[in-house]
């Protein structure tokens, strides 16, 4: 299927799948929790996900400061990370080309330029647990924090002189809902 054939590789692949998809329900979960209504849940959802994708790391390398937090808050970024990790450590190539991106040999190299040589699937899937873990946190509170309130039960006071069933009571209720259906 052209992935690296290596041994385990592929349960790492899928699992750095599940691990995103658990990272993505989380980060929904956490717009869902402070829009005031779903189609709105909805609007935003996807914009939040293109800013994860473009400062994940393929398409902004440079961010500004102010914004250097974003990539490491991207959950994409870091799937992008362990699935490269991944497939080209280790991995033997046939370079296609003397010279160029062509003429790679090592996997090694690829993630050299990709700036993912000092890398791990496991940072990197550690990185995917703590975003789904601060969803997870942030969800809760948020949630905690629009919790409905109550008006606090009082205690229902009963007339200890007056029998709660009695044959009168019961029999002047009978008459009363025989009343008030009279066929016309």
Known sequence: CGLNPAPGRLFKFLGILVV?????????????????????????????????IVFGGLYVVNTPFYLKWVPNASLIRWAYEALCVNEFAGLELQPLAA??????????????TLGYQDSSVKGAVIAQFG????????????LWKQKPSFEKVKPYKVDTNEPLYSDNNISDKTNNIQSSIKPT
């Open 20 to 52: 995103e998809s658990l990272a993505a329900t989380a980060l929904g979960m956490s717009v869902g929790s402070v829009a005031p209504s779903v189609e709105s849940a909805i609007a935003v959802a996807p914009a939040v996900m293109v800013i994860f």
């Open 99 to 112: 010279n160029g991106p062509l003429s790679v040999t090592k996997g090694e190299q690829v993630l050299q």
């Open 131 to 142: 975003i789904v873990l601060a969803n997870y946190v942030f969800t809760y509170f948020s």
